[in-house]
T-cell receptor, first 111, second 114 residues
Framework: SQQGEEDPQALSIQEGENATMNCSYK?????LQWYRQNSGRGLVHLILIRSNEREKHSGRLRVTLDTSKKSSSLLITASRAADTASYFC???????????FGPGTSLSVIP | EAGVTQSPTHLIKTRGQQATLRCSPI?????VYWYQQALGLGLQFLLW???????NRGNFPPRFSGRQFPNYSSELNVNALELEDSALYLCASRRLGDPHYGYTFGSGTRLTVV
């Protein structure tokens, strides 16, 4: 299975701290995506990193990809209470394929 | 631009009944994906439609089926409902010609089977 797996399963930090979540996957991929889900609602696409990219930034988000280790990390800097959510990584084997989601990391940011 | 819309928001059905869930993609998006998220579990891929055709299917029994209409909206049908079908069903759309962009998800339909 190409399913990604996030680590840790749950993370609790103080507001202002940085949050790091990791994702590992098993097969070769075309791209890896990170999504956020608030309280069992729809997912919001955060960032997509292609297999030939190593790092990508979007606002307070920084994503890295190490295809040799089949892993990715999502860093949220200067976290806010509003960042409290579940975060999922998702991988696609080809550019036109469906994405497969990992089980997610539950992030709690304490004000 | 309107986002992906799903209806109904909530649906309560009795075991053995049929459920129909609807999804309207973003204008210009031709691909529609369905995912099931059971309580405490991750998102499981159900179905992928593009240009009216089923492109891929997840590991679900045949009683999960669907279709995509000429306007690219989609229906997910679940026959002979079982208690374990209770879940949040999420629909996502994408323009297939933009492979480097992620999905846009709807807010989901929460199906409860009693």
């Amino acid at each position: 299975s190409q399913q990604g797996e996030e680590d840790p399963q749950a993370l609790s930090i103080q507001e202002g701290e940085n949050a790091t979540m990791n994702c590992s996957y098993k097969t070769s991929i075309n791209n890896l995506q990170w999504y956020r889900q608030n309280s069992g609602r729809g997912l919001v696409h955060l960032i997509l990193i292609r297999s030939n990219e190593r790092e990508k930034h979007s606002g307070r988000l920084r994503v890295t990809l190490d295809t040799s280790k089949k892993s990715s990390s999502l860093l949220i800097t200067a976290s806010r209470a509003a960042d409290t959510a579940s975060y999922f990584c998702a991988t696609a084997e080809t550019s036109y394929d469906k994405v497969i989601f990992g089980p997610g990391t539950s992030l709690s940011v304490i004000p | 631009e309107a986002g992906v819309t799903q209806s109904p928001t909530h649906l309560i059905k009795t075991r053995g009944q049929q459920a129909t869930l609807r999804c309207s993609p973003i204008s210009g998006h031709t691909s529609v994906y369905w995912y099931q998220q059971a309580l405490g579990l991750g998102l499981q891929f159900l179905l992928w439609y593009d240009e009216g055709e089923e492109r891929n299917r997840g590991n679900f029994p045949p009683r999960f089926s669907g279709r995509q209409f000429p306007n690219y909206s989609s229906e997910l049908n679940v026959n002979a409902l079982e208690l374990e079908d209770s879940a949040l069903y999420l629909c996502a759309s994408r323009r297939l010609g933009d492979p480097h962009y992620g999905y846009t998800f709807g807010s989901g339909t929460r199906l409860t089977v009693v």
